[in-house]
């Protein structure tokens, strides 16, 4: 202990702990002991002592080497026998949480095989033509996954470029989105609708939204009223803010042509190198979203089901805008911590807007809308996340449109979006900024400001 000519009182407080004060007049320090008994301390005498010095000048060090830190209490007279772990206990309490861990996924794969076991695959076998409208990077790549899934299925792909057609059919590649990338033989390309059409027993539209109006009106005479159209495209349209599940049926003067949604967080190139990948499929028809799930689903392809087509849409096309954002956070290196507040703002945002548009919670959350929002906002083979970058960077948004060979369905998507909030009353600052942004009335400097300002209000 410190030094001290006093005798050291003892204050009982309990039978567990107790306290003295020492104090010493030369030197104004204050000794305080804590007497504590602990029952499992490794020693045949659990009573320890710790002892804080304290002075009203400054502080004090305590150089003795009598242990006077935490020291045994020499003449406890209740000691208790130590109940120490031992290595045998610990080894067979790992083999323990082990088999726990082994049961419950054995459980799992049990699961998993029944349920294959149960599943149908009459779908595959009765299907033997598909279509893909539009010959871009996602197209190509579900045309490619579709034609893997069986080598008797033809798989037709129409476009309107001829040399990429030409290309498909000699070469079997994409000269134009994959020039290194071998496609199934079973792909055929065609610049002509009547022949692509004729006899399919599904269609995978991948025409942008922009575009697919005056598309599939043009080619509707040869649209069997029949044909599940499989929507690849993520967006709305800018003048109607029309979703896809709107704009097919009415182009192709069919209010009740079948319509799925396929969303969720897949790059065209890790498709086509047959990367592990998830994705969901949206039908207010739930045989017919089990049927596309059949359709499409494979060892690296997971397809979830589900019959929320708005949030699915609307989430799909709300994160092309929020990933602008996030690339202008990039291009202006304005840190993690920007980022991270940045993209939990813009969910919020999102599920603020769908919830109000009728969509499920449980969607803005799932693949279509958290999955494909990261997959968006933190990857650098994202085109919108790529167009922010560059604005953030300084970059004209001209100049970053001429020189891209992909659309990037953020930059139209993003006026449509506030015109959405406006009518349904709903405040989106992240995504209204970068509509400012690309209308060229707020710079990126500027647009972090005004956010940086607004009011400080609970979270929501």
């Known amino acids: 202990m410190a030094a001290s000519n006093s005798v050291e009182p003892r204050l009982f407080l309990n039978p567990i702990f107790t306290t003295s004060t020492t104090t010493n007049s030369s030197t104004s320090l204050h000794i305080q002991n804590f007497k504590l008994k602990l029952p499992h301390f490794p020693t045949k005498n659990p009573t320890l002592v710790f002892t804080l010095n304290s002075s009203s000048g400054s502080a004090t060090t305590n150089n003795n080497n009598d242990n006077s830190i935490i020291t045994p209490y020499p003449d406890d007279p209740d000691p208790e026998p130590v109940s120490a772990v031992s290595s045998e206990t610990r080894t067979r309490d790992g083999r323990d949480r082990r088999k726990i861990v082994k049961v419950a996924w054995d459980k799992l794969v049990r699961w998993s095989r029944t349920w ?5 695959t009459d779908i595959l076998e009765r299907t033997n033509k598909v279509v893909v409208l539009g010959g871009g990077s996602f197209g190509t790549a579900m045309a490619a996954h579709v034609a893997n899934r069986k080598a008797q299925l033809k798989v037709y792909m129409l476009m309107r470029d001829p040399v990429v057609c030409q290309s498909i059919n000699e070469k079997h590649c994409n000269c134009r989105y994959f020039p290194e990338q071998k496609l199934p033989e079973n792909v055929i390309a065609t610049t002509d609708a009547k022949i692509a059409l004729l006899g399919a027993d599904y269609c995978l539209h991948a025409v942008p939204v922009q575009f697919s109006s005056s598309f599939l009106e043009g080619i509707s005479d040869y649209v069997d009223p029949g044909l599940p159209f499989i929507s690849l495209s993520k967006g709305l349209e800018l003048n109607t803010l029309r979703m896809m599940s709107q704009i097919i049926p009415q182009a192709l003067r069919n209010p009740r042509q079948p319509f799925i949604a396929l969303s969720g967080p897949s790059f065209a190139l ?4 047959k990367l592990p990948t998830a994705m969901v499929v949206a039908s207010k028809d739930r045989k017919l979203a089990n049927a596309v799930q059949q359709l499409l689903a494979s060892k690296h392809l997971r397809i979830s089901t589900s019959s929320d087509v708005t949030g699915v849409e609307i989430a799909g096309a709300l ?6 954002a996030a690339g202008i956070v990039v291009g202006m290196n304005l840190g993690n911590n920007s980022m991270a507040a940045l993209v939990a703002q813009g969910c919020s945002e999102i599920r603020w807007l769908a919830t109000k548009m009728g969509a499920k919670p449980t969607t803005i959350t799932g693949l279509s809308g958290t ?3 990261m997959l968006t906002c933190f990857v650098n083979l994202s085109r919108n996340r790529t167009v922010g970058v560059r604005l953030g960077s300084g970059e004209k948004l001209d100049d970053i449109l001429s020189s891209m060979n992909q659309v ?6 993003a006026g449509a979006v506030i015109a959405l909030a406006q009518k349904y009353n709903v405040k989106m600052p992240v995504l209204t900024a970068v509509a400012r942004i690309i209308d060229n009335e707020l710079t990126p400097k500027k647009a972090v400001l005004e956010l940086m300002s607004l009011p400080q209000v609970e979270e929501v």
Request: overall charge positive; hydrophobic content about 40%.
């Open 408 to 413: 990037a369905e953020g930059v139209s998507t």
């Open 270 to 273: 890790e498709l086509m190198n």
């Open 319 to 324: 994160k092309n805008v929020l990933a602008i």
């Open 116 to 120: 294959r076991s149960k599943a149908k």
């Open 371 to 373: 999955g494909d929002i």
